[in-house]
């Protein structure tokens, strides 16, 4: 949240170039306040562990938040009890008439599937669509940002030989962006995937602005110019045994997967990881929820 000073206080112009969000006491006079309305489409199969992560980090705020979580109707989830999907869960064509001050869509399990082959492809192209008209700002988590950046700009992804998985060391392309506020010059979060994209062609659509990347793990996040889309390819929601998870899964599985990078001491997947990331997530989080979901929406989202 801002802090609010007397509009002639010398100390204003120091703290905005140093990047510190203030507000003139003529604007918190002019300012409406509501809830805010989020919606989270949410394709991980494991749904209640995704719900937890997210719901943790949109919470550590002083704003108040309405979520909604949504389901695709053309694929039945195979590992989340039914009956929690018909409590919790809501379909497109029960929402599609309402508008969203800001929309989640998560990652999926769909490394090496081409996106046209995906089961429900065309209802998620029908749901980013909806959003240009009926939600203020997107944020597009791992395969839903590679999968976004396919459908609104046919920026092709590259499949990786092999799972990206560990966590890795991050670059700020953009210091002065309210994303970044709070943050360290080089920022750590978990990437578990097996696509990328090369920032070459992020810098070939205007539209387009490269935000964060890493000299291991590549193009990290990207957002349209107009702050209405994020791009997120790595995980800063993670839990702290999220990575041990997913490795001794496909370890179990027989794949013979990688240990996950820089994650467990010395390589040791005996060992309990030691997180540093915890931080960066609560700060990514909360940066977009309130520069650019709360300080832009409008205050009757009809008008969005």
Avoid at 73 to 84: F, R, V
Avoid at 95 to 102: A, E, Q, S, V
Avoid at 117 to 145: F, P, S
Wanted: with cysteine; charged share 20%.
């Amino acid at each position: 949240m801002p802090i609010k000073i007397a509009d002639s206080l010398p100390a204003t112009t120091v703290l905005e170039n140093e990047n510190i969000f203030v507000m003139t006491e003529f604007r918190a006079m002019h300012q409406d306040i509501r809830p805010l309305n989020v919606l989270i489409l949410n394709l991980m199969p494991t749904k209640v562990v995704t719900e937890t992560q997210l719901l943790r980090k949109l919470s550590n705020t002083p704003l108040q938040v309405n979520v909604e979580f949504l389901q695709t109707a053309s694929y039945t989830p195979q590992h989340t009890d039914s009956n929690h999907m018909e409590s919790f869960y809501t379909t497109f064509d029960q929402i599609k008439d309402r508008n969203f001050d800001g929309m989640i869509i998560t990652g999926a399990p769909l490394d090496y599937v081409r996106f046209e082959k995906v089961d429900y492809w065309d209802e998620i192209c029908t749901i980013m669509e909806w959003g240009k008209k009926h939600v203020h700002c997107t944020l597009h988590l791992c395969w839903g940002a590679f999968a976004a950046l396919y459908y609104f700009y046919g920026l092709e992804r590259d499949d990786l030989p092999e799972k990206l998985s560990g966590v890795y060391a991050h670059k700020i392309v953009k210091r002065t962006s309210p994303l970044f506020r709070g943050f360290d010059d080089i920022f750590y979060a978990p990437q578990s995937r097996a696509m990328g994209i090369e920032a070459s062609q992020i810098a070939s659509v205007p539209d387009l602005e490269l935000m964060a990347i890493s000299d291991e793990a590549g193009v990290t996040i990207v957002k349209t110019t107009d702050s209405r889309h994020f791009f997120v390819t790595c995980h800063p929601e993670y839990d702290s045994d999220t990575l041990a998870q997913e490795y001794f899964r496909d370890l179990n599985k027989g794949m013979n997967p990688k240990v996950p990078a820089n994650y467990f001491p010395e390589d040791d997947p005996g060992k309990t990881p030691i997180v540093n990331w915890r931080s960066t997530g609560q700060l990514l989080y909360s940066n977009w929820l309130n520069y650019y979901v709360y300080q832009t929406t409008p205050y009757d989202l009809r008008n969005i």
